[in-house]
């Protein structure tokens, strides 16, 4: 009887000592629930700063803490991010997208990382769909027929803003020696001697293409692809300076496969 009593006596301290354990185990933690994954700015346009804000709440039962954040590209800024959010607190992470020189649908990720029990792991997503604000023309359809060695062969192009702000191109830039851009200037324009920079923005400018035939290196493709990037600086300081590319096809000699 007395052993029976041990036994009993044994295993309930035994349970004592286990059932905190088993309380804590059905503790759920912090639990991090956002308002919305995605943040869309729809149409913006180029060289601009926006702000964006992920809402969330704590729905868990224990102290929510972000460990850790990451971007993927350097025009997404993370400006804050809250230290602690108890259960039940709701709170925000804030910072900054710039559209830079994107054109079209644009996405980027954010990462975070927490100390939840399961989903330690969240990704937010920024979109947006940017509107250039200079174009050129014509884009991606420049063609050159490589069919001599030597010369130069020279091509035209318009480099305008879209909505008629005036600006100035403060340099033409090619990765490939055998490939310039320089702008068109009338000849009565040469005379004239403007006072000052802004005097000599337009809104449109004539560029002309020009490729050395004597500096392409022999390729076997049926064309090569290079671009032309423009820096260009608006009248309007707070779009500061952008650089738009074009792409140029330079076509072999030989006939396509």
């Given at each position: 009887?007395?052993?029976?009593?041990?036994?009993?006596?044994?295993?309930?301290?035994?349970?004592?000592?286990?059932?905190?354990?088993?309380?804590?185990?059905?503790?759920?933690?912090?639990?991090?629930?956002?308002?919305?994954?995605?943040?869309?700015?729809?149409?913006?346009?180029?060289?601009?700063?926006?702000?964006?804000?992920?809402?969330?709440?704590?729905?868990?039962?224990?102290?929510?803490?972000?460990?850790?954040?990451?971007?993927?590209?350097?025009?997404?800024?993370?400006?804050?991010?809250?230290?602690?959010i108890?259960?039940?607190?709701?709170?925000?992470?804030?910072?900054?997208f710039?559209?830079?020189?994107?054109?079209?649908?644009?996405?980027?990720?954010?990462?975070?990382?927490?100390?939840?029990?399961?989903?330690?792991?969240?990704?937010?997503?920024?979109?947006?769909?940017?509107?250039?604000?200079?174009?050129?023309?014509?884009?991606?359809?420049?063609?050159?027929?490589?069919?001599?060695?030597?010369?130069?062969?020279?091509?035209?192009?318009t480099?305008?803003?879209?909505?008629?702000?005036?600006?100035?191109?403060?340099?033409?830039?090619?990765?490939?020696?055998?490939?310039?851009?320089?702008?068109?200037?009338?000849?009565?324009?040469?005379?004239?001697?403007?006072?000052?920079?802004?005097?000599?923005?337009?809104?449109?400018?004539?560029?002309?293409?020009?490729?050395?035939?004597?500096?392409i290196?022999?390729?076997?493709?049926?064309?090569?692809?290079?671009?032309?990037?423009?820096?260009?600086?608006?009248?309007?300081?707070?779009?500061?300076?952008?650089?738009?590319?074009?792409?140029?096809?330079?076509?072999?000699?030989m006939?396509?496969?």
């Open positions: 009887m007395k052993n029976i009593r041990k036994t009993i006596t044994i295993i309930f301290i035994c349970l004592a000592a286990y059932a905190p354990w088993c309380i804590a185990d059905d503790k759920l933690g912090p639990i991090m629930v956002f308002d919305s994954l995605v943040f869309d700015f729809g149409k913006v346009k180029q060289n601009d700063t926006m702000s964006f804000d992920f809402s969330f709440t704590n729905n868990g039962d224990g102290p929510l803490k972000i460990t850790q954040y990451q971007t993927f590209c350097d025009c997404t800024a993370i400006e804050n991010v809250p230290e602690k108890d259960p039940g607190e709701k709170a925000s992470i804030r910072g900054t710039h559209s830079k020189n994107y054109k079209g649908e644009v996405e980027r990720m954010i990462k975070l990382m927490t100390n939840e029990k399961v989903n330690e792991a969240h990704v937010l997503y920024i979109k947006a769909d940017v509107t250039e604000l200079i174009r050129i023309e014509p884009e991606n359809t420049m063609m050159f027929q490589h069919e001599a060695k030597e010369g130069i062969i020279i091509k035209e192009m480099i305008s803003s879209v909505d008629g702000r005036r600006f100035a191109i403060k340099d033409i830039k090619s990765k490939v020696d055998f490939l310039t851009g320089m702008v068109i200037v009338e000849e009565e324009k040469k005379k004239e001697k403007a006072k000052d920079e802004k005097e000599k923005m337009k809104s449109s400018y004539k560029v002309n293409a020009a490729v050395d035939c004597s500096k290196p022999d390729f076997d493709y049926f064309y090569i692809a290079v671009e032309l990037a423009f820096l260009v600086e608006f009248e309007q300081a707070d779009k500061g300076t952008i650089e738009q590319k074009t792409m140029l096809l330079i076509f072999n000699e006939e396509p496969l």
